[in-house]
């Protein structure tokens, strides 16, 4: 168990973190209030393949098709059927956790790299599909949705990214949290000491994937547009860029990760240098970087801070290594 | 309830509370992007990914709004040209022209590249009431549903306008005719097909064929063979560049030679030049144009502008390279536009100097005319047929006037 002052000291963060993102639309421009929204889009995905990569050791490189089928479903439902945009987030979340479960199903027998590829292929093929069933979804000319505020945005996206994050840390607390951990460390230990590996892994794909599509579905309330290029590859594996850098496993890494590949692409390619050509340059030195020095990722520095603090110097008794986790 | 939940709670309520408070934001008044020295416009190009052949468009049109600047600008005012790399997805687009609209404050956004971008921006500009205009598509929305968009204008010829200038052609130049069509299934295809068939009229039943394939498959062998089986002898290639280039050289491998037209914008010489290499007969293919031919007038006076302003202001540019040739024509254009605005131009004027065009751009090829009224929006609506020989292509026949 950790001691008092661990958990005292996390809850004052998030305090902190919380009254900063509530408070910082006050001092920015409606420009960034709708970068914030963006933020918070990548903050649910990046979150949502935490639970499923980070800690059910389950590797996805396909969250992009998740967030895609929320994304449709929010767009189709508003577009063709009239619909309030926030009430086909309950609709984007269900049919995300439909198709989560069934892509965990090939996780039940496939491992590391083969199940990656299994979910890389997933990536590929939804927007293809997307494509193809034009008369639904408007094909490559897309669907367009009445556009919001920044304000709206950004209030709209934090206010659920808050909520997302407060059931994450619930879920993962728990007894559901320590299968799944089980999972990630030793499938083999995990099925001996009673956790059901088929109910655990396709329940964490499930519950990730029903985030991933609510994250979608912010994506397409930011965008006012849906089209299939939104969720090309690019983004699935932007969120895993996020995950990495963030730090696998740790809920607060979640929003390093999210700030990081949302506002550097944007700064590069608006900035003094208009460099877009840098920016996958830089995200791929910083992912192998982050590899190298802090295979936690971010997560770890703060980790530290916190650690040290609440220890006063003293060496805490469980090590940095990926065995902490 | 558990210390950490209770917190978590909090924490969670903390969030959607503050996010309540924050007010809203009260904006400027006056007309965003015009001082007394300057004239701010912007726009999102895709300079990196898949198609960024595209990127040399919004280079050639800084270089030529250099070029004016240089000449005293519009109106005493000095063209500002802030260009972003969306990278053709509409997810970069959106916020880039948000950052154009809000944090740039541009006047108007100009030249902005790609259908489904366009799409995806249209709503939000128009409802702010900033123009989005000369955009680089050739769907025919941004001239069709002006009444719904008011703010939005396009520029170069739409796709059945094209078409229809192939069907004219045939109908009358072309007497046993026996059509095969290759048609990208979906609606840039059908575009294009509507367009053949209002241009054929009554000449419409001498299509013996259409043949369709997935705008995701490359391979369109099968659908070659199966209108040289019907008995075409006129190809119309209405698909995107790689299906074109197969199935050119497909054609010539099977040993059909039929009169072929590529649309516009499979035929960039750069493809033709590749679909030659790889075994392709593309002698007397027919395309149409409306740019300056200057290749075959390279002493005009227009040739020599063109050249000095690339030299000068855009020296890493390819000469031949037709995407420099539009960004001048479109360039010239909203430069136009903006010095008929009036010597205080609001984004009212502007746009009704861009819906009152009846003027002779250089950059065109000559006997064109560019004529816009608040109703009839298509800036472009003339083209000439042109014929691949000996590595480029020469225009032929007199300019199809207005088809509509």
């Known amino acids: 168990m950790r001691p008092a002052r661990g958990t005292v000291a996390g809850a004052a963060v998030a305090i902190v973190v919380a009254a900063v993102i509530g408070l910082l639309p006050l001092a920015l421009s409606d420009y960034h209030r709708s970068t914030g929204a963006t933020v918070a889009v990548y903050f649910i995905a990046i979150l949502a393949l935490d639970i499923v990569t980070g800690y059910t050791g389950q590797i996805s490189i396909g969250h992009g098709a998740f967030m895609a089928i929320g994304g449709y479903a929010t767009a189709i439902l508003t ?3 009239g619909w309030n945009d926030l009430a086909t987030l309950p609709v984007a979340a269900a049919a995300g956790f439909a198709a ?18 299994t979910t890389f292929a997933v990536a590929l093929a939804v927007p293809q599909i997307a494509k193809n069933y034009s008369h639904f979804t408007g094909g490559t000319e897309g669907l367009s949705l009445p556009s919001h505020s920044g304000l709206w945005l950004y209030e709209v996206g934090w206010a659920i990214a808050g909520a997302t994050f407060v059931l994450a840390w619930l879920l993962l607390r728990g007894r559901t949290g320590r299968a799944f951990r089980a999972v990630r460390d030793s499938e083999i230990a995990a099925a001996s000491a009673g ?17 991933a599509a609510v994250a979608g579905s912010l994506f397409v309330l930011v965008n006012s547009f849906v089209n299939p290029d939104v969720f090309g590859l690019q983004l699935s594996l932007y969120v895993l860029i996020g995950a990495v850098v963030g730090g696998l496993g740790s809920l607060w890494g979640v929003l390093a990760g999210a700030a990081f590949v949302q506002l550097l692409p944007v700064g590069l390619t608006t900035g003094h240098l208009a460099s877009s050509q840098a920016v996958p340059v830089i995200f791929g030195a910083v992912v192998i970087g982050v590899m190298a020095l802090l295979p936690l990722g971010a997560a770890d520095v703060l980790r530290a801070v916190l650690r040290s603090a609440s220890t006063r110097g003293k060496h805490s008794e469980t090590p940095l290594g990926t065995e902490g986790r | 309830m558990t210390r950490r939940m209770k917190t978590a709670l ?38 990196t990914g898949p198609a960024a052949l595209y990127g040399a468009i919004p280079k050639a049109e800084a270089a030529y709004f250099s070029y004016v600047n240089a000449h005293g600008g519009v109106n005493g005012r000095q063209i500002v040209f802030k260009y972003y790399d969306d990278q053709y997805n509409p997810a970069n687009t959106v916020p880039l022209t948000k950052k154009l609209v809000q944090q740039d404050h541009v006047f108007a956004v100009y030249g902005s590249l790609g259908t489904a971008p366009t799409l995806a921006t249209r709503d939000y500009l128009n409802k702010l009431g900033v123009p989005q205009v000369l955009v680089a598509t050739g769907d025919s929305y941004w001239g069709a549903q002006y009444r719904k968009y008011p703010w939005t204008i396009g520029f170069q010829p739409d796709y059945p306008g094209e078409s229809r200038v192939y069907g004219k052609f045939v109908a009358s130049k072309v007497p046993q005719a026996k059509i095969g069509v290759l048609m990208q299934d979906d609606a840039y295809g059908q575009n294009y097909y509507q367009g053949l068939l209002q241009g054929l009229g009554a000449s419409k039943s001498k299509i013996v064929d259409v043949e369709k394939y997935d705008p995701t498959q490359t391979d369109v062998s099968a659908q070659v063979v199966k209108l040289k089986a019907a008995g075409a002898n006129v190809f119309a290639l209405f698909a995107l560049p790689t299906q074109t280039i197969t199935a050119l050289v497909v054609a010539t491998k099977i040993g059909w030679h039929p009169t072929t037209f590529v649309n516009n914008v499979s035929a960039s010489p750069l493809f033709m030049a590749l679909a030659q290499k790889s075994g392709a007969n593309v002698d007397g293919d027919i395309s149409a144009t409306y740019l300056y031919d200057y290749i075959n007038n390279p002493s005009t006076a227009t040739a020599k502008l063109f050249k000095s302003i690339v030299d000068k202001y855009d020296p890493g540019a390819n000469l031949l390279d037709a995407n420099i040739e539009y960004a001048f024509a479109n360039a010239w254009t909203v430069v136009y536009a903006l010095k008929h605005a009036g010597k205080n131009p609001t984004r009212q004027s502007f746009m009704n100097a861009l819906t009152h065009l009846d003027v002779v751009n250089p950059f065109l090829y000559p006997g064109i005319r560019m004529v816009t009224t608040p109703t009839e929006r298509f800036p472009i609506d003339q083209q000439i047929l042109e014929q691949y020989k000996n590595g480029a292509w020469h225009p032929f026949g007199h300019v199809f006037s207005k088809a509509r």
């Open chain 2, 10 to 47: 909090a924490t969670a309520g903390l969030v959607i509370a503050a996010a309540a408070v924050s007010a809203a934001f009260a904006s400027a008044a006056g007309t965003p992007g015009v001082t007394a020295r300057t004239i701010v416009i912007g726009g999102t190009f895709p300079l």
């Open chain 1, 195 to 211: 956790v059901t590996l088929a109910v655990y892994k396709t329940a964490a794909f499930g519950v990730s994937a029903a985030m």
């Open chain 1, 100 to 117: 989560g479960v069934v892509v965990g199903l090939p996780a039940l027998r496939f491992h590391g790299v083969y199940l990656a590829l």
């Open chain 1, 79 to 81: 577009h063709d059927h």
